[in-house]
């Protein structure tokens, strides 16, 4: 158990998983269970792909096996030839530098259309940003890409450090402007494809978690009564108090379908308001 996030104090299928390990080596901090549970659990028992950056020993991809069940198929990739002794039924295991960009469209004619993308290979930034950049817009429209070991982002021996241009944090941190690009008044911040296929960002500790999803145009409203008067909010909210006993006797004399039209119409109506009111207000 981590005292790090969500999980804090259970354990989860990840977690019990690594500590009764007997099989293949998997290396990770501790903290990062709760975060791959609280993003992956939705895919489990899925016939989703699964694509690992860095396989090493295999224990890992073992561990996702697992997590996300015999419908799901994996593609490891890693640097390291030795890793081709992983393959199985239901992994492909592809051997190549993910600096090199050529190499990582291989992978994504290979791996198809993506679910799910764990990034914990090399961990310098040319070979992270190069493997979010090539593969990313190829994810399935509700895919999430996680990129781990981020620390290393602050380490001069992964020409990291704090602030220090180039390093994926700071990439990252540019790329939350997007969420914000529908509201831009700006000609040079315009929507473009990470804003309309990226619902979220979320950062932890040596972690940054991408969910994809198609974003449209914000929209807002207003409900309620716009006053501090609190004799108008007390004549409204005598207004509004459901009498239920005449509730029931109208909906015993009204027929359903009658009663749905009505509702029906009520809500166009309200919808027509509102969007006239915005118009109203833009145009102001
Ligand atoms: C941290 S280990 C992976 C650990 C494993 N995922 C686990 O959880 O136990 C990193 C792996 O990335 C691989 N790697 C290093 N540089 C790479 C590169 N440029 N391209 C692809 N893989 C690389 C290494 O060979 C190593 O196996």
Redesign the pocket.
């Known amino acids: 158990m981590t005292n790090r996030g969500e999980g804090m104090g259970r354990s989860n299928d990840l977690e019990r998983y690594f500590r009764h390990n007997g099989g293949r080596?998997?290396?990770?901090w501790l903290h990062y269970f709760d975060v791959y549970d609280r993003h992956f659990s939705r895919f489990r028992g899925r016939p989703v792909t699964v694509v690992?950056?860095?396989?090493?020993?295999g224990?890992?991809?073992q561990m996702w096996q697992d997590y996300f069940g015999p419908e799901a198929r994996f593609v490891g990739?890693?640097?390291?030839p030795r890793?081709r002794s992983w393959e199985d039924a239901q992994t492909t295991i592809m051997i190549?530098?993910?600096?090199d960009r050529e190499f990582l469209r291989t992978v994504g004619d290979a791996a198809g259309t993506i679910d799910i993308l764990?990034e914990?290979?090399?961990?310098?930034p040319a070979?992270q940003i190069a493997t979010f950049e090539e593969l990313y817009p190829r994810m399935s429209t509700d895919g999430v890409f996680l990129i781990e070991?981020l620390h290393t982002s602050y380490w001069p021996s992964y020409d990291g450090g704090l602030r220090r241009e180039g390093t994926f944090i700071e990439y990252a941190k540019n790329l939350t402007d997007g969420l914000n690009a529908y509201h831009s008044r700006q000609p040079d911040f315009v929507v473009d494809e990470f804003a309309r296929t990226t619902r979220s960002m979320h950062f932890y500790d040596s972690i940054v978690v991408f969910e994809r999803g198609a974003v449209s145009p914000p929209t807002h409203e207003k409900t309620g009564l716009a006053s501090w008067d609190p004799a108008v909010q007390a004549a409204r909210a005598r207004r509004v108090q459901p009498d239920d006993a005449l509730h029931r006797r109208v909906r015993a004399a009204v027929p359903k379908p009658v009663r749905d039209a009505f509702w029906k119409a009520r809500r166009r109506v309200r919808r027509e308001v509102r969007q006239l009111r915005r118009r109203v207000s833009g145009s102001r």
Request: hydrophobic share 30%; proline share 0%.
């Open positions: 080596q998997i290396h990770k690992e950056f860095g396989v090493q020993f224990g890992s991809m990739v890693d640097i390291d890793c190549g530098d993910q600096a764990i914990d290979g090399g961990h310098r070979q070991d």
